[in-house]
């Protein structure tokens, strides 16, 4: 399974990364929304992992750009930002899943395999 993480935070897109490929994930790892958009245009993923607050292009329009080219591939919102207007905001942008930081890891991938397993 092929997962792109867009995290602008070095040491969370390390820490992720890390866990991901252990879990036999292959990640690209970008930490920008605009790179992130022509990666997702080029390249077929089984899920995008991204944080909402990035440079170039947030996660909440990188998100309803993606859903308004017609992709499909399921999007799990991972960001400090825990009010539920920001929650209910990051869902109507299409967002499948929305995780606030700080998280638990082991809550994290049974959501990753929870989207996954319905691809």
């Not at 990640?27 to 440079?55: R, T, W």
């Not at 009010?83 to 049974?110: F, H, I, N």
């Amino acid at each position: 399974m092929k997962i792109l993480l867009v995290e602008d935070e070095e040491q969370t897109s390390t820490a992720l990364t890390k866990s991901l490929t252990a879990q036999y994930y292959v990640v690209n790892s970008v930490d920008d929304g605009q790179s992130a958009l022509e990666l997702a245009e080029i390249f077929d993923y089984d899920l995008i992992l991204l944080d909402v607050m990035l440079p170039r292009l947030d996660g909440i329009d990188l998100c309803r750009k993606l859903r308004a080219e017609g992709c499909q591939t399921p999007i799990l919102l991972l960001t400090a930002r825990d009010s539920v207007g920001d929650r209910a905001l990051g869902l109507e942008a299409g967002a499948d899943d929305y995780v606030t930081k700080p998280y638990e890891l082991s809550e994290l991938l049974a959501r990753i395999r929870s989207l996954l397993s319905r691809c």
